[in-house]
């Protein structure tokens, strides 16, 4: 049988590409190594964090906060099997909705391992099925969307119990008293603060001279600020080049990278997370014996309808690089579909929104101010979150929203929010900047009283004007 669409992978990008060609009439074939569709993201990664995140968030309230309400609590403790139970609850629903959708969109899911095979009429995908079975699928069109993995560090291979990867450090039967986390990205920050309010000390180790280094430097003061008041330290510029186990207890040997700093030091610890980023991938999938061409870092390359050198071979995600974020890997999943069927499929890079689920959270769009200042002659609204009337009412009062804007047009440039609820509040910040919109325009648009947004309106009105509550 000649399918329309086989897909590898079933994460954001591939289920949704899925979903998406079948609603355009496509008969479609998806197939992962995983039982559930919903790639890392949703089965150890995006959602079971936010799980935990959202869980920890709540003992911590409890221990430290509640007390400013007129809520008093006693005897607080923490189940650990219990809130790894409600995160396992909650990514089962949601595998079980994608499974659902399949179906009712008539998408064949094979459980397996998939590659590429040439023969005499061209490529097709050749699957070792969990079942046994071996599949020879052929189609017009195949798409990869098989994702990336965690990077080791040579010498700190993963064993998930000690030497942690993401997804050992989301399924911890108890805190470490002390937790390492080599990266200063989202993934260590994110997992850095859910164990250090479950009882963890935690020490961040950078190879760099600051965190997050793709955000806008006032973000990142005012979020490192923050998670060093919730007690997490910071080593910057350094780097690990040496480790043993002795007697329970992991041994790190660090280097600097900077000459100011003392050259070499030890640290000790209970388990190592090692979050220093993600590699596409790519092994096994027969790409290079059937002729699809990669980058030096393993990217597949692909052109601007996501076609790989390889005829009616495409790729998204995190495979092809770029930003490695679940939503853009569903927006290329949608765009390569259409393209398929002729239609006008698009992805616009520069309005993409990334957010950090720490406390307070973190959301950015478009250009930082260095990045515009490169291009552009710019103006910079800021509105603190304390002079919000909502914040002040539920007490996150902690954080900003920050607009740039082009000075002489005032087009938006980029927006950045620290504050409870930023996640939200930069889908306003994405879909004004999708359509070209000034920060006037942002400033004249009514926001309801009272919400976090106002901050929104505030700081656009501080762009092009004055802030009326500051």
């Known amino acids: 049988m000649m399918h329309d669409l086989v897909i590898i ?26 039982g559930k569709a919903g790639g890392t993201c949703l089965n150890v990664g995006c959602i079971p964090s936010k799980a935990l995140l959202h869980s920890s968030h709540k ?64 490529v097709a995908v050749h699957v070792n099925a969990s079942s046994g079975d071996v599949h020879l699928l052929k189609a017009h069109h195949i798409l990869i969307a098989t994702g990336s993995e965690p990077i080791e560090i040579p010498g ?20 470490p008293r002390h937790l390492v986390v080599i990266g200063g990205g989202y993934i260590g920050l ?11 000390d935690v020490t961040v180790i950078e190879a760099t ?3 997050v280094m793709t955000m806008d430097s006032d973000v990142r003061e005012a979020l490192k600020k923050s998670l060093k008041n919730l007690g997490i330290s910071f080593k910057f510029n350094r780097k690990i080049v040496g480790y043993r186990a002795h007697e329970g207890k992991q041994h790190l040997q660090l280097l600097a990278t900077n000459e100011t700093l003392e050259k070499e ?9 090692v979050a220093v ?69 698009h992805v616009n890079y520069g309005v993409i929104p990334a957010v950090i689920f720490t406390q307070p959270e973190v959301a950015s769009v478009g ?49 950045h929010c620290v504050g409870a609820q930023a996640g939200a509040m930069i889908a306003e910040a994405a879909m004004a900047m999708e359509f070209g919109a000034s920060s006037e325009d942002i400033a004249r648009t009514c926001h309801a009283h009272p919400t976090m947004s106002e901050a929104m309106k505030e700081a656009a009105l501080e762009t092009f004007s004055k802030a009326i509550h500051k």
């Open 265 to 273: 030091e030890m640290m000790s610890c209970d388990a190592v997370l």
């Open 156 to 175: 700190l291979p993963f064993d998930e119990i000690k030497i942690l990867s993401s997804t050992g450090a989301l399924s911890l039967g108890e805190p």
């Open 367 to 415: 250009l930082t101010e260095t990045q515009a200042k490169e291009k552009h002659t710019v103006k910079v609204g800021k509105f603190p979150m304390t002079a919000n009337s909502l914040a002040k009412a539920t007490g996150y009062t902690e954080g900003f929203v920050k607009i740039i804007a082009d000075a002489k047009t005032d087009r938006v440039l980029g927006v």
């Open 59 to 122: 003992y911590w309230s409890a221990l430290y906060d509640f007390d400013k309400y007129g809520i008093t609590c006693e005897g607080v403790d923490i189940d650990i099997q219990k809130m790894m139970g409600h995160k396992d609850a909650v990514v089962n629903d949601l595998t079980s909705g994608i499974a659902f959708l399949f179906k009712k969109n008539n998408i064949q899911f094979i459980e397996g391992h998939a590659s590429l095979k040439k023969n005499p009429e061209g």
């Open 209 to 211: 001279d600051d965190i």
């Open 190 to 200: 994110e997992l850095g603060s859910v164990w250090k309010r479950l009882g963890s």
């Open 9 to 34: 992978g079933a994460g954001p990008g591939g289920y949704v590409a899925a979903i998406r060609a079948a609603q355009l009439g496509m008969n479609v074939v998806i197939v992962d190594k995983r």
């Open 277 to 345: 980023g993600r590699r596409p991938h790519t092994q096994n999938l027969g790409l290079e014996e059937a002729g699809v061409e990669s980058d030096d870092r393993g990217f597949i390359r692909v052109n601007r309808h996501y076609q790989t050198s390889l005829p009616g071979v495409y790729a998204i995600g995190d495979v092809i690089g770029g930003m490695m974020l679940a939503h853009k890997a569903e927006e290329e999943g949608i765009a390569v579909v259409e393209s398929m069927k002729g239609q006008a499929g």
